[in-house]
């Protein structure tokens, strides 16, 4: 998969989840999640764990 087809993919995904998280990614390895979160402290707390795995997350906030 191309460069831009990946950033298609996840603006696709963006659209999906309104609030929380939609992609994680760790060593060139990307999925594709739909984790929808109900606060901000929720997002928060889902975020620091994730990181603290060593992933890179991407999520609407």
Do not use: D, H, P, W
Request: glycine letters at 8%; one cysteine or more; proline letters at 0%.
């Amino acid at each position: 998969m191309s460069q831009k087809e990946y950033q298609g993919l996840l603006q696709i995904a963006s659209e999906q989840v309104s609030f929380g998280i939609y992609a994680i990614e760790k060593k060139g390895y990307a999925e594709l999640c739909n984790y929808k979160c109900e606060s901000i402290t929720e997002l928060k707390k889902l975020k620091r764990n994730l990181r603290s795995q060593g992933f890179k997350v991407r999520y609407n906030g």
